[in-house]
């Protein structure tokens, strides 16, 4: 060999030592803000290693445990104010006694404190299986949730865009207690389907669920004023054995007058209540009160947004007045639209997978990894 013939290859080498070990840069994780905490004034905040900033990321001089206050706006760490308060820890920061992944951050809000944690989407998902439903499941019902989740979530924070949080960890959103919850099996689904979300025409599809849908899943122009060509309802009766596939409620008139009156609806003296029309699904949608103002008809939704939605489990119900009491019977748990979590269970169960399972809830969609593979 001579030294022209080596040095390409010497070249090569050269450069080879000289660049970093990857030249590839790490791509950042797909990240979620969620409010696990809204409107309260006190909160404690403990855990091991924790590193205690403000937003600036300069560190604050207070030494845990935290007791944080807040109101009108500002903030007091362990009796001293603080404009805000950013916290990590090497595992997990525990706030109120529940552990959370990632960033805490405590804003000061007009009423109380807004506490929001940022994470990993992916490290949500694994902690949410088990608020949403439960690890137990068979695992086909586990990765339909994970895509589930996982596209509603990146579809919220679409939507939400430069507002402080994107996700609500309540039912007004998906339901979220932080990582205390998590276990192999969850994180095992959720890495399965790692990265995959329902499209459809190449777009996030709009993916809501609901626990039981009685029987028929709802159209979602019927609950919000949207609609989607694979929102509008199908046949599900998987879910008829389930323990939430029916339900019942008795309230005094008296209590469903106060409850009506809190959600702004006056029905004073109310008398008497009946079921008003019914959808092609089978789900109320509207309720007749009769009171002294008379007879009116009030929209499904807001009578069970009015009296509760874990007392009135879903629209779909007969009404039955005796003396002074209505007793309420009726089909399914939650709104109905998208998935139907209690029918995902049974069709894991009778071996269909997760992909069949998305595809009967939501037709139409395409199943897709994302371009970064989170
Ligand atoms: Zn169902």
């Known amino acids: 060999m001579t030294t022209k013939a080596l040095t390409p290859f010497f070249i090569v080498l050269l450069l080879m030592a000289l660049l970093p070990a990857s030249s590839t840069p790490a791509v950042r994780p797909e990240m979620i803000r969620v409010a696990v905490l809204k409107g309260i004034d006190q909160l404690k905040i403990d855990g091991s290693g924790l590193l205690i900033m403000d937003r600036q990321r300069e560190p604050?001089?207070?030494?845990?445990?935290?007791t944080v206050k807040g109101e009108r706006k500002r903030l007091w760490v362990n009796g001293r104010e603080a404009a805000s308060l950013l916290i990590t820890a090497s595992t997990m920061v525990i706030v109120n006694g529940k552990?959370?992944?990632?960033?805490?951050?405590?804003?000061?809000?007009?009423?109380?404190?807004?506490?929001?944690?940022?994470?990993?989407?992916?490290?949500?998902?694994?902690g949410l299986i088990n608020c949403e439903i439960s690890s137990l499941w068979p695992l086909e019902a586990i990765k339909a949730q994970a895509v589930v989740a996982r596209t509603f979530a990146l579809y919220q924070k679409e939507s939400r865009k430069g507002a402080l949080y994107h996700l609500e960890a309540t039912i007004l959103d998906q339901v979220y207690d932080g990582c205390s919850v998590e276990d192999a099996r969850a994180?095992?689904?959720?890495?399965?389907?790692?990265?995959?979300?329902?499209?459809f025409n190449g777009d996030l599809a709009q993916t809501f669920f609901h626990a039981n849908c009685g029987g028929h899943t709802e159209a979602v122009e019927?609950?919000?004023?949207?609609?989607?060509?694979?929102?509008?309802?199908?046949?599900?009766?998987?879910?008829?054995?389930?323990?939430?596939?029916?339900w019942e409620s008795t309230l005094s008139l008296?209590?469903?007058?106060?409850?009506?009156?809190?959600?702004?609806v006056a029905a004073p003296a109310l008398r008497d209540l009946s079921a008003g029309t019914r959808n092609g699904s089978g789900?109320?949608?509207?309720?007749?009160?009769?009171?002294?103002?008379?007879?009116?008809?009030?929209?499904?939704?807001?009578?069970?947004?009015?009296?509760?939605?874990?007392?009135?489990?879903?629209?779909?119900?007969?009404?039955?007045v005796s003396g002074e009491s209505a007793r309420f019977t009726g089909s399914?748990?939650?709104?109905?639209?998208?998935?139907c979590q209690w029918g995902a269970r049974s069709r894991a169960a009778d071996g269909f997978s997760y992909r069949e399972i998305l595809t009967y809830?939501?037709?139409?969609t395409v199943l897709r990894k994302m371009a970064n593979g989170v």
């Open 254 to 264: 008296a209590k469903i007058e106060g409850l009506l009156k809190g959600a702004g």
């Open 361 to 364: 809830y939501y037709p139409g």
């Open 283 to 320: 789900r109320l949608l509207t309720v007749r009160l009769t009171s002294a103002k008379g007879v009116r008809e009030l929209a499904a939704t807001s009578f069970r947004k009015a009296l509760g939605s874990t007392v009135i489990r879903s629209t779909n119900f007969e009404i039955a």
């Open 222 to 246: 019927q609950v919000w004023s949207v609609r989607r060509p694979y929102l509008t309802g199908v046949t599900c009766r998987y879910c008829l054995d389930a323990p939430t596939a029916a």
């Open 60 to 66: 604050l001089r207070v030494t845990p445990p935290l």
């Open 187 to 199: 994180a095992f689904g959720v890495r399965e389907t790692a990265g995959e979300v329902l499209t």
């Open 332 to 339: 399914g748990f939650g709104h109905g639209v998208g998935l």
């Open 99 to 126: 552990g959370y992944r990632g960033v805490i951050e405590v804003i000061p809000a007009e009423r109380g404190v807004l506490v929001v944690d940022e994470l990993p989407l992916e490290e949500y998902l694994i």
